[in-house]
T-cell receptor, first 114, second 118 residues
Framework: AQTVTQSQPEMSVQEAETVTLSCTYD???????LFWYKQPPSRQMILVIR??????QNATENRFSVNFQKAAKSFSLKISDSQLGDAAMYFC???????????FGTGTRLQVTL | GAVVSQHPSWVICKSGTSVKIECRSL??????MFWYRQFPKQSLMLMAT?????????EQGVEKDKFLINHASLTLSTLTVTSAHPEDSSFYIC??????????????FGDGTRLSIL
């Protein structure tokens, strides 16, 4: 069975500052992918960033980057230069199996303050 | 690219009614579609996985006779909540994915359907 743990129910960051959201996971699969999705109040799920487990290099997408520590099964998301539009619920997700099912964490609600 | 359209966005109906929700991939062929349920302030719970032309695979605890899933084409999957009751009220989200097998192809999500059963 796969599990994804997000230990921070809520986080707050000031505009223009940097924040890191934590995620740990557990799987017995050797091949898998990791994703961060964002869910704003509109409730649409938006892909933020993805990471292939076989790649050592951390993924980056503009202001978003990850710190992937495979041995520790850790996959944190760093948001730089935070903007008001970054306020949302962030879900970490583990993708495994031939059906590529996603196992989601419980989410972290990010507030961005002025 | 990779747009998924889900309709309706909000439906309110009486207890005992059957409700159909559509999920369409607009600009890609969705080999696999997924249906999730999300309770308020909670994460997404996978209900079932469907592949085009095959029967859906339901997660443990999900009643297949209650939640009928049809994936008739590479761009359309439907979820029918049969004889809906108030406990079926929830937010239902579909997602679609191109390709087969495990890969970095992400799931692309629809905007969700808020179902309220009176």
């Amino acid at each position: 069975a796969q599990t994804v743990t997000q230990s921070q129910p809520e986080m707050s960051v000031q505009e223009a500052e940097t924040v890191t959201l934590s995620c740990t996971y557990d799987t017995s699969e050797s091949d898998y992918y990791l994703f961060w999705y964002k869910q704003p109040p509109s409730r649409q799920m938006i892909l933020v960033i993805r990471q292939e487990a076989y790649k050592q290099q951390n993924a980056t997408e503009n202001r978003f980057s990850v710190n992937f520590q495979k041995a520790a099964k850790s996959f944190s998301l760093k948001i730089s230069d935070s903007q008001l539009g970054d306020a949302a619920m962030y879900f970490c997700a583990l993708c495994t199996g031939t059906a590529s099912k996603l196992t989601f964490g419980t989410g972290t609600r990010l507030q961005v303050t002025l | 690219g990779a747009v998924v359209s889900q309709h309706p966005s909000w439906v309110i109906c009486k207890s005992g009614t059957s409700v159909k929700i559509e999920c369409r991939s607009l600009d890609f062929q969705a080999t696999t579609m997924f249906w999730y349920r999300q309770f308020p302030k909670q994460s997404l719970m996978l209900m079932a996985t469907s592949n085009e032309g095959s029967k859906a695979t339901y997660e443990q605890g999900v009643e297949k006779d209650k939640f009928l899933i049809n994936h008739a084409s590479l761009t359309l999957s439907t979820l029918t909540v049969t004889s809906a009751h108030p406990e079926d009220s929830s937010f239902y989200i579909c997602s679609a994915r191109a390709g087969t097998g495990l890969s970095n192809q992400p799931q692309h999500f629809g905007d969700g359907t808020r179902l309220s059963i009176l």
